[in-house]
């Protein structure tokens, strides 16, 4: 029989021939697989709905990540698919596989970061499963909003002209995360060296404890504003901007000196990474922030917003997506994303 | 710092202790942790949303456990979780977590029989999440449905002198699965051993490719019945008739000779396994039948009914669960249930 490796087709081709041929039988379904959440018709507004799965040894390292915060982020991340459909969360159902390594306390310890997200972002935590693992500890946490129906924003609906917008800064999880590694590296080669943290707490708390971004979700309604378009930043601006473009049938011209990169990463890409900090914000995941595009007549409602950079525009697809540099130059932007397998 | 072992505590004391304390903040949410599902007002509707969790090695073994199959069960034991709540399910999102080992064919394999039990049950796969994991597969499912506000059923909602229904026959899944591990290990004694399953094929398939009774919820609701309560039987009868009377604060009464046991199951119990047909139907789990209670006005209405069983009733508090014995001796019944740590 026929073997192809998943790593041959990616986390995208994958999902694209699991899912083909796949039938809807409900006319209440608007979206289905290819957008940040699922979309069914509740009469007078949309539930949205989305699930994430984490796995350790793959999305987090227990030997320096704090239970607290994992359970913290385990809800950020799903609430900010929530937040990049436009709509506001309501319940969470979570579920837990675990070996036997995880004592009660330990759990506690988990469910109490939970608890605190789900009081932050005002999401009631409904239900879920717990069962055993054979190894280590996975967590599927599936969230559920609303959304009023002409508020709602998809990936697939940006047009030419629109400006691109992100929230806060990118780069720092990725930044955040190599300092981490690097520290285990070092206490696993000599147990007795301190973890070098000083000065970085900037960096290891965006990829500790990244936030979804449901604060801009309220304030663009207060400005009334609706995003044309709407993505969250799991896997580095360059991919995000992709998934916009591509599912719209445009292209982009974004600017490398617009990009919001805080000083923090900046420093810690150049003296301690020897990386880019563009590369971090183009690539590097995990940053939580929102990408969407609105109209031009919009722009002067956000144009002095401190949260919200404005990075560039869409275009007709023939012009491909571009990034242009301080230098002067335009060059194809290149998304090289995440690599889950 | 204080270690208390998960095992200690048992699944529901678990989930106690994890989830105590909980906020609710959105009126919409009508029921949270406790019931089959969790249950949000939409209005003029309830939304019902239940999760499983299958880790390899603890829900399935993959040595006898087809692909298929798999995905079936994965999409039909959440259904069930819908259909207890007298409710009908409309879309359903799969996460996935494997290792390498596991080709692009293989999950397509699950993914064919998730999208035939997706057409039975209809139920649009509208999201999810695929990623890598260290060791094994672990699926996540979530489902959700939808039901008219004055038939949804609840697990707490018996009343005293109602009568207590089964659907279809219990005992089955767990008499397959004992097969299946017997074979299993004359297998791994003697690869050369043919598995021995002639005349085995009701059980193994009880067990391998379960259904859930939707059908019944279909007909109780062209009957004109809704259930005063409502559990499936995921962990065995005697541990489901606990939820509902412990919950619903009654007692009750429940008849050995009434129990419905295949025949098939019958003779595997006793001539294959050397134990009791009885207790593979009190203490084996996951035949996802239906456990439900109704009114004794209703009675007629089901008497004849060929894949009901009324196998006892609900009393006051203070006469217990009780079973009565074919011998006519009345004894405590016991919930072992299924352990899951």
Not at 70 to 84: C, E, F, Q, R, T
Not at 202 to 225: N, S, T
Not at 253 to 267: F, G, S, V
């Amino acid at each position: 029989m026929k073997r192809t490796e998943v790593s041959t087709l990616g986390e995208f081709g994958l999902i694209k021939a699991l899912t083909q041929n796949t039938t809807i039988f409900h006319s209440e379904t608007i979206k289905g697989v290819g957008d940040d959440a699922a979309v069914m018709d509740l009469g007078d507004k949309y539930l949205v709905t989305s699930t994430d799965m984490l796995v350790e040894g793959i999305h987090f390292d227990l030997s320096y990540y704090p239970l607290k915060h994992l359970g913290y982020k385990a809800i950020a991340v799903n609430v900010s698919d929530i937040a990049a459909m436009n709509a506001k969360p309501k319940q969470v159902l979570v579920s837990l596989a675990m070996s036997n390594r995880f004592s009660v306390e330990a759990l506690q310890e988990l469910y109490e970061g939970m608890k605190i997200a789900c009081q932050n972002y005002k999401v009631d935590l409904v239900g879920g499963d717990t069962t055993s693992s054979r190894s280590g500890l996975v967590l599927s946490v599936t969230v559920l909003g609303t959304v009023e129906k002409h508020k709602i924003a998809y990936r697939n609906t940006a047009q030419k002209g629109d400006i691109i917008c992100v929230t806060g800064d990118l780069g720092g999880a990725y930044a955040g995360l190599q300092i981490l590694e690097r520290e285990k590296q070092v206490f696993l080669t000599n147990p007795d060296m301190q973890p070098q943290l000083e000065g970085k707490d900037f960096v290891v708390k965006r990829q500790l404890r990244p936030e979804a971004r449901m604060d801009v979700i309220y304030e663009l309604e207060e400005l009334g504003i609706v995003p044309t378009s709407m993505i969250d930043i799991s896997d580095g601006l360059a991919s995000e901007v992709f998934h916009i473009c591509t599912q719209s049938n445009l292209g982009a011209m974004i600017y490398e000196d617009k990009l919001p990169i805080a000083q923090e990463t900046y420093d810690t890409a150049i003296n301690d990474l020897n990386i880019s900090p563009v590369t971090c914000a183009l690539n590097g995941g995990e940053d939580y922030e929102l990408l969407f595009t609105i109209k031009q007549e919009d722009y002067e409602k956000i144009k002095n917003h401190p949260d919200i950079s404005t990075i560039g525009y869409t275009t007709e697809p023939d012009k491909k997506i571009n990034l242009a540099m301080r230098a002067g130059n335009v060059i194809p932007l290149q998304a090289q994303g995440w690599q889950h397998f």
